[in-house]
């Protein structure tokens, strides 16, 4: 009986038997890992592409060189956690003997002058979008691709908590509601300050963050939504700017994921129900 009840369970419950399957691939494949021991990070062949890659699940993929030392993909696998649906794979391309996974590269258009090439894959598998913006430089343009283009939550450096709940309400918020949202936003500055602890460098980098989402919020109650277009686009290009530091470029790239917070407004998703 136990036997008999399993089996109607595995057919007739919340999953079924293709769900189970599938996330026991995954779970084979993550514990692999990809190059390196990339942890959090797929790797795929052209056997176990279309298994993983089927439309159920956003997939970002990168294609390159077999053996590459590419570290870029191994930040973003390590920064994607529970709170995203993302799933971070890789396809490594060998240009010699039997050429694995060329057949892969050119079903996508990938040519080797595009390593290292990250796709996207959502619903529809055999339509990703592609990273536009050439060779990616840092962990953070990609991931603000995948959030703002693909529309998939990822989890973003800089952002504070307290903050991203309230963008939200404020761009959905006529320009009264904002003002007063702006003197709440205002308050919030010492309590994400004191969120740093005795470290004096974190209190100062969080009190810059929290005051650089208020500015902003205090723009767009006077300029209008398309503001924040603007500025997500000025602080991107700041972030790449090789005439200035690395250090102001890297404080730049933080203001960028915040900006774009408020070009897509976005909350990680909320957990499953449970099931009774």
């Not at 959090?40 to 956003?58: E, W, Y």
């Not at 007063?180 to 205002?186: G, P, S």
């Not at 790239?253 to 917070?261: D, E, Q, V």
Request: a neutral charge.
């Amino acid at each position: 009986v136990g036997s008999d009840r399993g089996k109607f369970e595995l057919r007739s419950g919340r999953f079924g038997m293709s769900f189970v399957l599938r996330l026991l691939l995954i779970t084979i494949l993550v514990t692999s890992g990809c190059a390196f021991d990339t942890k959090g990070c797929v790797s795929l062949d052209a056997l176990t592409f279309d298994k993983v890659v089927d439309g159920h699940r956003p997939v970002l993929v990168r294609f390159d060189k077999k053996w590459s030392l590419e570290k870029l993909h191994k930040e973003i696998a390590e920064r994607i956690d529970a709170s995203s649906p993302l799933l971070i794979a890789e396809v490594e391309v060998a240009e010699y003997g039997e050429k694995e996974n060329s057949d892969l590269a050119k079903r996508f258009k990938v040519n080797k002058e595009d390593y290292p090439a990250f796709l996207l894959f959502k619903d529809k598998p055999s339509q990703p979008l592609r990273f536009p913006l050439g060779k990616p430089g840092s962990a953070d343009a990609v991931l603000r691709w995948v959030r703002s283009a693909g529309q998939v939550w990822v989890p973003l450096a800089g952002l504070l908590d307290p903050y991203e709940a309230l963008v939200s309400r404020f761009m959905a918020s006529s320009p009264s509601e904002q003002g007063e949202m702006l003197k709440e936003a205002e308050g919030l500055v010492q309590q994400v300050e004191a969120a740093g602890g005795k470290n004096e460098t974190l209190r100062q980098l969080k009190r810059e963050l929290a005051e650089y989402y208020t500015k902003v919020m205090d723009r767009i109650s006077k300029e209008g939504p398309a503001f924040a277009e603007k500025e997500l686009a000025r602080v991107e290009k700041l972030s790449t700017d090789a005439s200035v530091k690395k250090a102001v470029q890297d404080k730049f790239a933080l203001k960028a994921n915040i900006a774009l917070s408020f070009v897509h407004p976005a909350s990680p998703p909320l957990p499953p129900e449970p099931s009774h």
